[in-house]
């Protein structure tokens, strides 16, 4: 009896195994994708103005974090992102990426972003890059989109409420990463460098 149990046992941990090791590259790709290639192609885009993003993103004009991860051109120390230190429409061109998941209320700091912006470009985790719209250690909401950019609109999303909780009890980490870099970088995409 207990050998049909073990063999059982065995064949349930390994099919799990092959479908955790399957499912790992598919996570990664989907972020990569996601993250790095359609950020990348936005960022080439044009010379942005005004650029809050995660991270070493440099837009070409002011660079805007909550932190300063590195070294980075007319970088902007943002203490608060519903009232930016900027007058209304100063910034033609706008571009707020990978940034809205992880505050407490992505309407009210886009409403900031259009009250500085003119055109204003988001880049938020569609639902296909499963491994970054459903990160509990650093998202406070899901956005219930299958695109990853937004021109002058914020898609609808829902409160991360088990990653809010989690959060305010071991603290929200916030991680400026570049999955993919060394690829990117081989493959001749881009200069493989932490965005």
């Known amino acids: 009896m207990f050998a049909m149990h073990d063999s059982w046992?065995?064949?349930?941990?390994?099919?799990?195994?092959?479908?955790?090791?399957?499912?790992?590259?598919?996570?990664?790709?989907?972020?990569?994708?996601?993250?790095?290639?359609?950020?990348?192609?936005?960022?080439?885009?044009?010379?942005?103005d005004y650029n809050i993003c995660c991270g070493l993103t440099d837009g070409g004009g002011i660079n805007a974090d909550i932190t300063k991860f590195g070294a980075i051109p007319n970088f902007e120390l943002v203490t608060d992102v519903t009232a930016l230190a900027h007058s209304a429409g100063r910034f033609e061109h706008l571009l707020c990426s990978h940034t809205l998941e992880h505050v407490d209320d992505p309407a009210a700091m886009f409403a900031e972003l259009q009250r500085v912006g003119r055109q204003v470009t988001i880049l938020v985790p569609p639902l296909w890059d499963l491994g970054a719209a459903l990160n509990p250690l650093e998202h406070r909401v899901i956005f219930l989109t299958f695109a990853t950019r937004h021109d002058d609109r914020l898609p609808p999303y829902i409160r991360y409420v088990p990653a809010r909780w989690w959060q305010d009890w071991r603290g929200q980490r916030i991680v400026a990463h570049a999955p993919g870099g060394r690829l990117l970088k081989a493959i001749g995409f881009g200069r493989g460098e932490p965005h």
């Open 9 to 48: 046992m065995t064949e349930t941990l390994l099919r799990f195994g092959l479908v955790v090791a399957a499912a790992i590259p598919l996570l990664w790709l989907g972020n990569f994708i996601s993250y790095r290639l359609i950020k990348t192609r936005v960022l080439r885009e044009r010379r942005w």
